[in-house]
Structure formats: C-alpha cells, structure tokens
C-alpha cells in the first residue's frame, strides 16, 4: 500500500495487530519459510525492475546492482531458510544445582509487529534484508523505505504487494513527517537503518512505548595502513570500499592514515587502481550522488577543506551529480571533512609517522561503525584491534565483513545498537523467553512458616551455594 495517510497508516497497523496472538501458533516454520520463498521468487521475477529503478534513482551501475542490493537479500533470504529450524529451535539450559528437579529452556518468540524503516543508500538491500529476518522470528512488519529513492521505493511497495498479504507486511511511503506518524505507533520492535542523528529521534519515540529499538547507525570508519601493509593490496580494498555506491555506503573508509614509509607507493598505487576502474571523466561504473543537495552538500566539503589549506590531488568537484573519485591530502581538524561523515567519493589520505596518535584521535571520536587495518604483521593489526572500539573490524578488506552471515553486523553505541544478519538479526527480532518448568523441585520446603527447620536449612543452602 502505498497511502500515507495517518488514518491509513493507524489502519495498517491495527490489521497487523489483529493477527499477532494468531501468528503466535500459525505462523511456524513452513509458514515462515514459504513467505520468504514468496519473496525470492518475486524478486527473481523482478530482477530488472531493481536494475532499471537503482539506475532512475542515482544512476547504480547494474553490476552493483546486482552485487548490494540483489545478491544480499537473496543471500538472506537462502540462509534464513536453510537455518530457521535450528534457530527457532527452544534451546535447552542445563539445570544448576539450587533448581533440581526443574527443565529450563529459552524460546525464541516473535516480538509481534514490528517496524523497519530503511536509508536511501542501499534502498533495496537495507530495505528487504532487515524484513527478511522480521519475518523468519514469526513478526509482521510495517515498511518504511526512503523518500529520496522513489523509483526504487516505488517498487519495493509493490514487490511486497505481490509477495505478501497486508496484514503481514505493508509499505508505507513518505518522508519525517511519515516516519514519524509510524514512530507515535506502539511497535513491538523498531529497526532503524540510517544517520545517528535520526536514530536519537527513533529512540526517543520509541521510549514513550518502551519499544526495543535495534539501530544500525554510521560515521566516521577510519582505514590504517601500517608500515608492512602490502600497498597493492591496501590499495585495491580502500578503492573498492570507498567507490563502490560513490561512497554512499555506511561502512566505506571515511579516511585513511597511511604510515609515512608507504604513504608515496600507496598513493600511487591508489591513484592506479582509480584510473583502471573509472578512467577519466564520468563513469559508467560509478554510482551517482543520490540528489542534487547531497552533490552541493559534498562540494561544500571539498570547498572548506580547500579554503582552509587541503589540496585535492585527484579529482574534484565534478558536475551535476557526478562526484569523481577524489583524494584530498593535508586535511586538518578544523575542516569539516574532518568532523563530518563523508558519505560520498572523497578520500582524505591523512600521513602518519606515530601510531599511538592515530590511536588516540580514533579513540577520541564516537565509536566507528567499521575499523579497517592492513598490515602483513599480525601484531600490528592486533595491536589496534585491541587498542581501539567499533562496530566490526576489517583486516587487510574493506566491506567483506557486511556479507560473513556468520558475523553480527552492527555498531556500537554512536553507530549503532543490536546487530543484524543471519541469526543475529533473527534474534534481533526474537524475544528470548525463559520458561522453567518444575518437575520435582525441592523448593517448597523453605515456603513460610519459617520453622527452625526452614532455618537451619535455609543457612544450609547458603554455606552449600553461596
Ligand atoms: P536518514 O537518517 O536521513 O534517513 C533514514 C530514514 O529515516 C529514512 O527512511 C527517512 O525518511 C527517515 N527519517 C529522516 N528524518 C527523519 C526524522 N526527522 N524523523 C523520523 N524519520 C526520519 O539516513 P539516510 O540519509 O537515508 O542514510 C544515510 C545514513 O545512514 C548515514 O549516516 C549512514 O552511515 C547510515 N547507514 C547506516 C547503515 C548501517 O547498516 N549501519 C546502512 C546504511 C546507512
């Protein structure tokens, strides 16, 4: 569904509602499996759509396409399947000595109806990958994609107009003032993909209904390239990171130290890689800046910077929304590309002769949602591991981390709360809940009166357990 009206909108969630005790016992593992089939079946049926609307929306090449957006949520889709009978499994505890006689087990239990509402920048992908793991915990969901993508939002309503009935998923369309119809609802869970600003807005809602939250927030990612790393390699990762969506992608390396015996080769190496995979001028291989204020927002950047003694050494400002790749050297912390995520093409490539200083300016930030560190020396990267925080860590890679199934994938505090994919965004979306059942438990002998004998044993347990 595609209105947004708050009538409609108060609509759609009480037909969810209506269905949750229901789902408790008819929304099991053939049912949860076959609505997923559902969705990778439309998908598939879909698939140049996605391609057509990526490209309407900020010119996605269809290889990335086809690699961050499809390929993910089908990859979710295929895991959530293949685990969801271990993962919806109750979980047995072992009986500890004081609960003798009783059966303890966790069950994984939907939350209810929940809500996603999901960023522009991977408008499919974050979109259907946080619904698919809704879904598999047995929950219905209200969807809300972004509003600066409408092609692509446009056709994510309509893919899950065809895959699903509206009293298990709808989508509602619209921009804040939508959203934050939706965030007044009493939602079972909320799961936020985007900036820390509006994650503090979802939080805040999301209190007045004590709703648990899952955000999955951004940043600044930093990247260190030690002495050792192998600068080819270093290279390739950090341009495929920072490039791939223009970088418009949560965990890209916002900026790079580069430890002063390799900073020449690494540049160099960088600056070669740029050139094989976009050339000069405006590439077909390159994503677009999603709109016009984003383009400006970066070119104020760049201008800053620029104004305050920064040197672009390849690329620049471009025109319209194309945003070349772009590497700016003697970036300082007043500027405010410095201070500010990046979210887009540009590069600072900051020298470093001290590791412990860049240690101390990670650590003086918020937590980043991604670290990267390359280096042949295990040491090196362990070091900074263990010196720093963030969300997940990346070692001598960029961005592979988002797709290890077997990895949470979230921030920490500033860039994020909970974690998603795989079983973790299962049990994102899960209440673990405790049952214990007595058998022939002992227990009912220290009920009141408190004789002598309560007593006497009462201390006995204490000596014996405590
Ligand atoms: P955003 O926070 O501006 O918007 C995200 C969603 O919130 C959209 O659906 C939007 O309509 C809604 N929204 C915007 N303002 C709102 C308000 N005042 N009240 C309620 N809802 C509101 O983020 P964005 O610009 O779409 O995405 C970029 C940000 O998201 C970056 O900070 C990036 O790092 C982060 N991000 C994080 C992840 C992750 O997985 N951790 C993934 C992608 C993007």
């Known amino acids: 569904m595609t209105d947004h009206t708050p009538d409609a909108i108060a609509a759609a969630f009480a ?71 271990r993962w919806m499994r ?13 059966s303890a087990r966790i069950r994984p239990e939907p939350r209810g109806v929940c809500l996603i509402i999901a960023p522009w920048n991977y408008p499919l992908n974050l979109a259907l990958g946080p619904l698919v793991s809704c879904i598999a915990a047995g929950n219905s969901a209200i969807l809300k994609p972004s509003e ?44 936020f993909t985007g900036s820390p600003e509006v994650g503090k807005i979802v939080m805040t809602a999301a209190a007045r209904h004590l709703t648990s939250v899952t955000l999955e927030l951004g940043g600044k990612s930093p990247a260190i390239i030690g002495p050792g790393a192998d600068v080819d390699q270093a290279a390739a990762w950090v ?27 690494f540049l160099a190496a960088l600056r070669a890689r740029i050139a094989r995979a976009y050339g000069d001028g405006a590439s077909p291989h390159l994503a677009r800046i999603v709109n016009d204020r984003h383009a400006g927002r970066l070119r104020a950047l760049l201008d800053d910077a620029r104004g ?84 997940g860590v990346g070692v001598n890679l960029t961005m592979a981390h988002y797709s290890h199934h077997g990895l949470p994938f979230g921030g920490v ?28 438990s002992a227990l009912g002998l220290i009920f009141p009166p408190y004789t002598a004998r309560v007593r006497g044993l009462v201390r006995a347990v204490l000596r014996l357990l405590g």
């Open 90 to 102: 109750p979980r047995r505890v072992a009986p500890t000595l004081a609960m003798l006689g009783t």
């Open 15 to 85: 037909a969810q509602t209506a269905g949750v005790v229901t789902r408790r016992t008819r929304f099991g593992l053939a049912e949860r499996r076959a609505a997923l089939v559902r969705l990778r079946a439309v998908l598939a049926q879909r698939e140049p759509d996605i391609i057509a609307a990526l490209s309407a929306d900020f010119g996605k090449p269809e290889t990335e396409t086809l690699l961050t957006e499809i390929l993910p949520v089908r990859q979710d889709i295929a895991h959530a399947v293949r685990h969801l009978r």
């Open 148 to 191: 600066l993508t409408p092609a692509t939002s446009a056709l994510i309503a309509a893919i899950v107009a065809e895959a699903f009935t509206p009293d298990l998923v709808t989508v509602v369309q619209g921009g804040a003032d939508v959203s934050q119809a939706l965030l007044a609802l009493p939602f079972d869970h909320i799961f």
């Open 239 to 265: 341009a495929f990171g920072k490039f791939v969506n223009a970088g418009q992608t949560c965990i890209a390396p916002d900026h790079v130290y580069v430890h002063d015996d390799v900073r020449p080769a």
């Open 413 to 440: 505090n500033h860039s994020g709360i909970g974690a998603a994919h795989g079983e973790f965004g299962f049990r994102a979306f899960s209440h673990d809940r405790a049952v214990l059942a007595n058998r022939f």
């Open 308 to 391: 305050k003694g920064a040197q672009a050494v390849l690329g620049g400002a471009g025109e319209g929304r194309h945003i070349p790749p772009t590497l700016v050297e003697a970036v300082t912390p007043d500027m405010r590309l410095d201070q500010e995520e990046i979210f887009g093409p540009v590069l600072p490539v900051i020298g470093y002769a001290d590791l412990d200083g860049v240690l101390a300016r990670i650590n003086a930030r918020p937590k980043p949602l991604a670290l990267y560190v390359f280096d042949r020396d295990r040491g090196f990267t362990d070091r900074i591991i263990a010196a720093t925080s963030s969300g």
